[in-house]
């Protein structure tokens, strides 16, 4: 039986304290005004949580991978925009460049990450580059000490307030996939446009924009690594960042099941709780069981991220279920809330609403379906 140590628990008492504190009390307001949580994030970086996945040596607080999951998963319980925005930071916008980028580079870009004076985003999606990732129309031409950039970027998460981007762009336009490259972008060079802030179904905190670039220039000591291996680094990137978003489709579900237990016990209907109804207590049931083999497969990626050792399947697998879990425990939840689960003024429809989005970015189910399918089948 897998149980969490004494430390774990300690670490998780502590970030329920915070999420209850700074970020619960602005979830309704973050959601409503699709406004970005600033505040909360601010409050993350004081704790060191901004660098969670970085060492010290670079300004970071790295933890253990169990740690980070309950990080994400704690404060997505309390609001899912708050946590994506952690999620995406930590796991795409600072971490491949530490583990991909140059020790100048972790220098010079990783302490403001890390300190949380700057957002970290990360620029792969394309109009023609969902699923298909490999399909990038971006180019980056090198003339002389610089790259100039001409291109679209789509679904940006933290795009509207993030200070810098990993970009994900073709330096050979003839050689596919091979031919991507990843540069760290400043978001104030010129040419960055910002053209639309996305008006979100869920999560409409996240502040998740669309960009265009034309002739942005970005110096050639930005890129990381060596040309062409920008779709290499994006998908390694992926392993790690769909162990957070498995950790925010736990905390949404939790938040739905924690819900869904209390209203069951105190709604009253044909004179005794709801509680006491089969139909209740089975769908209780089967979140419950739903929950716990989703919590339990997001733990094993995230411990196996410590191990050095590839875990795209394991990462794959707490992708393809956690989300679909919080889909289906938070739409239990507004079934067993009845009209109360519909109304705006509640939070359990917004549950429902961010649930939704976690099947689909950083993968969709199918794409994750065919990680695991792939492994298993070549």
Known sequence: MFVLDEEHEEFRSQVREFAEKF?????ERVDHEAEFP?????EAAKKGWMGANIPEEYGGHKMDGISYAILIEEVSRACASTGVVLAVHNSLGNFPIYKYGNDEQKKKFLPALCDGSRIGGFML???NAGSDAGNQITTAVLEGDEYVVNGEKRYI???SNASQFLL??????????KGISALIMDRDAPGVEMTC??????VRGSGVAEFKLTDVRIPKENLVGNEGDGFKIALGSLDHGRVGIAAQSVGIAQAALDASVEHAKNRVQFGKPIAAFQAIQWMIADSATELDAARLLTYRAASMKDTGKRFSAEAAMAKLMAPEAAVNITGRAVQIHGGDGYMRDRHIERLYRDARITTI???TS??????ISGGLLR
């Open 23 to 27: 970020v619960k009390p602005r979830a």
């Open 38 to 42: 600033m505040e909360a994030v601010g």
């Open 125 to 127: 999606t394309e109009p």
């Open 157 to 159: 998460v933290a795009g």
């Open 168 to 177: 994900m762009a073709k330096t050979d336009p003839d050689a596919g996939s």
């Open 197 to 202: 802030k996305c008006d979100m179904m869920g």
């Open 361 to 363: 970015y950083e993968g």
């Open 366 to 371: 199918e794409v994750q379906r065919m990680v």
